[in-house]
C-alpha cells in the first residue's frame, strides 16, 4: 500500500447514484458545494479533467475528478516520526474521509454521479491524477504541492459533472526551478533518502511508514506560504 500507515475507510454513503446522473453543474451549487466543502474543514478544491492517454494508462475510465484538499494538523507534522503520529495521522485521515463520503452524497442527492475513489488502492495514482489537474506540482522532496500548501491530504471524488472549472495549463510549474536551487530538504533529511545528484530515493524515505515530516517542516513552501516563496523567486529571477 503506498499510506502504510492508513487503515481502510468504512464506506459511509447514505445516498445511492442516481439512475440517470446529470452531467451540467450550476455556477450557484458548486459555490455552494465548496463553501460546504470548506466548512467541513477542506481547504480547498482543484478539478482534473483525465486526458484519454492517462486513462489507458491507468486502465480507468473516469473522466471528471474533484480533488478535496485538507490540511495536515500541525501539531501531528512536528511530532517526532513513532507510532503515535501515525495514529493520529490515520484518525485524522478517517475524520477527514468520513467528511469526503458526506460530500460525495450531497452531489448524489442533487443528481450527480459521485463516487469516492479508494485512496489506498495502488491501482491509480492519485498524485498522478493531482498533476491532471494543472493546480499542483511535485516538489524536488517527492511532495505534492498546491497553492494552499505543501501539508495538504486529499481525497478525491470521481463524478458524473462534465463542466467542472477545469484548467488548461499549470502556473506552478517555476515550482521545479525553485526546488531545483533550494536544497533544504536534502540537508533536513534524518534518512539521507537523496542521492549525490539531488534525487529523491523513494525507497529509502520512512514518510509513508513511521511518519517522518521534516521535509515539510523545513520546507520554505510550508514556513513561508506559496505566495510568498514565488515573490522571492521572481525577484530572483529579474
Partial sequence: MRFRY????????????????????SDDFLNEFRDIAIASRFAGLSYAKLDDEFKKEWD???????????????????MEPSKDKCRLMDEEFQEVGAKTFALADILRENGFRADLINPLDDRVSLRAIALQSNDAVITRSNMCLFREGLNL??????????????????????????????GVC????????????????????????EGCSNCIN??????KGYDKVKERYLRMKK
Avoid at 492508513?6 to 453543474?25: A, G, L, V
Avoid at 488548461?168 to 517555476?174: A, D, F, G, H
Fill in 6 to 25: 492508513h487503515q481502510p475507510i468504512p464506506n459511509f454513503y447514505q445516498i445511492e447514484n442516481p439512475s440517470h446522473p446529470k452531467t451540467t453543474i
Fill in 60 to 78: 480507468i475510465d473516469w473522466d471528471n475528478i474533484i480533488i478535496l484538499k485538507y490540511a495536515m494538523s500541525e501539531g501531528i507534522l512536528k
Fill in 153 to 182: 491530504g486529499f481525497f478525491m471524488i470521481e463524478t458524473s459533472i462534465e463542466n467542472l472549472p477545469f484548467k488548461s495549463e499549470n502556473e506552478m510549474e517555476w515550482v521545479r526551478d525553485h526546488c531545483s536551487t533550494c
Fill in 186 to 209: 536534502i540537508d533536513r533529511c534524518p534518512e539521507k533518502v537523496f542521492d549525490e545528484d539531488g534525487k529523491f530515493i523513494r525507497k529509502l524515505c520512512t514518510a509513508h511508514r
Fill in 218 to 223: 523545513y520546507c520554505p513552501f510550508y514556513k
